[in-house]
Each structure stands twice: as structure tokens, then as C-alpha cells.
């Protein structure tokens, strides 16, 4: 089969990113969540730790004017022209490129739907769920009681919308934006990985 992407943005605590790991060993092809981080700091030089503090996430470098930037393996070309939020998401957006053009692959947020949108074979979804199965979600992910994962939810999607609105054209959650927007409680994790799924095999063979 021809290589493809399919670009999951997502709810904090929707299980998009359990979602994606089903997609991913049902298809066979590689799972990119954190690991964009890893490989654009490979690529540039400067240290995963940065790329990680940035991610998703407008207005970091507020909190960094007296920090020094650490580096990899010192790329003074990108650092002598200045270290930006933007430097950062164009280093991050060749890593996702670079990622696409060798291998069919899933992207779990980080503007990769934007990222790609010539890429000529993508299916973009974006998932959300209930309120109360995303605070359940964190809950048991993380520990916390159901007010601090009611804080969780509300404050990481307006991190996630804010990032994405500012470098994208289309607006984060919202169905003009995606192929296919899916309420992860309906049909539950593996029920919608299976949509998802019947979905992209769909749209793809449209595209062949």
C-alpha cells in the first residue's frame, strides 16, 4: 500500500492517543506522540527538553527570558538567529514531514493535520468524549481527584486550541477542520479505534 498518515487531534482525556496506538498495530505502521520531540531535537541539535516545554503550548518563552537554551549539538546557525516558539514549531513540522515522506504513520496532534496538508494521502480526525469519561480518564491516568481533572481538561484544551489556532488555518475542534470528528463515548475506545479504522481504509481507497 502507498504510504499514509492519519493526523489524530484530540480532547485531554478523550483517549486519543489510546485510539491511536489500536490504529497504529492494526495498520502496522508507527505511532508519533512524543517521540516527534525526539526526533526534531535529533534533527536540529537543540535538546529534547525544550522541544518538550514548548509542546502544544503558546507563550512559553514568557517564562524563559533569563533561562539559557540548551543544547545537543549546538545548530548555531538556528540559535544566532534567534530561538523562537515559531523556530521551534517549523523544527518540529520538518521532523513530521521528514517522518511522513519515509514511512506510513499516525500523529498524535502538534498541527501535523496543518503540517501535512499537502501530503496527498491524510486522513485528519479529531476526537473528543463527555465530560465525565475525560475526568474518569484522567482520574485513573493520573491520580488526581475529579476537580483537578475537571481543571485538567478545560485548561489543556485551551492550551491545545490556543496552539493550534495561532499556527494553523483551521480551528481546533471543529468539524470544517477535520475528516472526521467522533465522540469517543459513544462507541468507547476500541469501538471508535474501529471506526476510525473502517473510516481511513474508506477515504483511502478513494484516494488511490
Known amino acids: 500500500m502507498e504510504k499514509f498518515v492519519i493526523n489524530i487531534g484530540r ?18 505502521i508507527a505511532y508519533y506522540d512524543k517521540e516527534i520531540l525526539t526526533l526534531a531535537a535529533q534533527e536540529s541539535g537543540f ?3 525544550l522541544f518538550a516545554r514548548n509542546d502544544e503550548r ?6 524563559l527570558f533569563t533561562t539559557s537554551v540548551p543544547l545537543m549539538g549546538g545548530n548555531e546557525s538556528i540559535y544566532s538567529g534567534g530561538l523562537s516558539e515559531e523556530n521551534l514549531f517549523h523544527l518540529q513540522s520538518e521532523a513530521i514531514r521528514k517522518a511522513a515522506s519515509d514511512h506510513s504513520c499516525i500523529f498524535i496532534g502538534r ?13 485528519n480526525v479529531f476526537v473528543s468524549a463527555d465530560m465525565p469519561d475525560r475526568v474518569a480518564r484522567l482520574c485513573h491516568d493520573r491520580q488526581i481527584d475529579e476537580r483537578t481533572a475537571a481543571r485538567l481538561c478545560v485548561k489543556g484544551d485551551d492550551k491545545r486550541a490556543a496552539f493550534y489556532n495561532f499556527y494553523s488555518s ?3 475542534g471543529e468539524a470544517s477542520t477535520y ?11 476500541e469501538g471508535t479505534a474501529d471506526y476510525i479504522k473502517d473510516f ?9
Request: glycine content about 12%.
Open 111 to 123: 498541527c501535523a493535520d496543518y503540517v501535512l496538508r499537502d501530503f496527498p494521502r491524510c486522513v
Open 11 to 28: 480532547q485531554l482525556g478523550s483517549g486519543g492517543r489510546a485510539i491511536g496506538h489500536l490504529l497504529s498495530d492494526a495498520f502496522g
Open 47 to 49: 535538546s529534547e527538553e
Open 200 to 208: 481511513v481504509e474508506r477515504r483511502l481507497a478513494l484516494l488511490s
Open 58 to 63: 503558546k507563550g512559553f518563552f514568557r517564562s
Open 170 to 172: 483551521g480551528r481546533w
Open 179 to 189: 475528516h472526521l470528528c467522533i465522540n469517543s463515548s459513544v462507541l468507547g475506545i
